[in-house]
């Protein structure tokens, strides 16, 4: 990947500040309930500067999906695996935690605008949670831990699909349980058929 020089460092930086602020308000108050200005307060930035890397607030949403992807590749990264199937259970409970935080009123709100507008960065193969649970997958397979007839890209799929329609079912249900808990039951039994015996 090519190293970006120290402007794109800064915009980079300041598009991720202003994506926070953003998430602050919208989880406090609902997206609906906060303007490009009240946004641009919290950051301290001018609402020229806002327009400069958003075209919306709504496109915060996707740069709110980036950042929790951050967070997971960051914690997840650094850490030690017995196994790939341990990678992929890892995977979940980072990204589902970061959600649980985030809280349900919020992820209503992502989802709301994702049904509205056709998703773009939510369900895309590149994201770091797609790319890292399709690798594990393929290295378990490799090393045998997983049966060799798996399809590695198939079964990451799957697997996010499972994370997606429990975050929705968490969000029904007002957070009512343990998202993280629940995602690990159930990938547990998708991959569970997978592994070798």
Known sequence: MKQLNKRQRQALATKLKITEKAMELIKTYGLDSIKVTDICESANISVGAFYHYFNSKQDLIENAYMKIDLLVEKNVEG???????DKVIEIFRQAMNNIEELGYKFMSDIFKHIVIHPPK????GTRYPYNAIRKSIEEGIKSGEFIPSTNAAELSHDCMRIGRGLI??????????????????LVRILLNDFVNK
């Open 79 to 85: 850490l030690q695996y017995d196994s790939s199937y």
């Open 121 to 124: 960065y939510s369900i895309l």
């Open 168 to 185: 929705f079912d968490w969000c029904l249900y007002e957070g009512s349980y343990s998202l993280s808990q629940e995602t690990e039951r």
